[in-house]
């Protein structure tokens, strides 16, 4: 009976392509932002959406109308920005700073 080892005790310690990739994802995000992803989908209704919505938004343009930002917490906002727009909320304030980040 042959068995089975893993990749460390065979001498790999590279992670696979789906696990860096996931890694990588974590590593760019904050835990506010997962905080909110988490909060919009246990909301009961539309309202409550729009009102974390728009206290995302309000914390958006503070930030980002900020004297420097550091270009880890650039990406943050931008995909912050563009989860806003993918609910429907305005975030045209922002596209600035995603024409500037290129």
């Given at each position: 009976?042959a068995?089975?080892?893993s990749?460390v005790?065979m001498?790999?310690?590279?992670?696979?392509?789906?696990q860096?990739?996931?890694?990588?994802?974590?590593?760019?995000?904050?835990?506010?932002?997962y905080?909110?992803?988490?909060?919009?989908?246990?909301?009961?209704?539309k309202s409550d959406?729009d009102?974390?919505?728009?206290r995302?938004?309000?914390?958006?343009r503070?930030?980002?109308?900020?004297?420097?930002?550091?270009k880890?917490k650039?990406?943050?906002?931008?995909?912050r920005?563009?989860?806003?727009?993918m609910l429907?909320?305005d975030?045209?304030?922002?596209?600035i700073?995603?024409?500037?980040?290129?």
């Amino acid at each position: 009976c042959a068995t089975v080892r893993s990749g460390v005790e065979m001498g790999r310690t590279e992670d696979s392509p789906r696990q860096s990739i996931a890694l990588g994802a974590h590593k760019t995000k904050s835990k506010e932002f997962y905080d909110i992803v988490r909060h919009i989908g246990e909301s009961k209704n539309k309202s409550d959406e729009d009102a974390i919505m728009r206290r995302e938004v309000m914390m958006l343009r503070t930030v980002l109308t900020g004297p420097k930002l550091e270009k880890n917490k650039l990406k943050e906002y931008l995909i912050r920005l563009m989860y806003v727009e993918m609910l429907g909320h305005d975030a045209a304030f922002g596209y600035i700073h995603a024409v500037k980040a290129t």
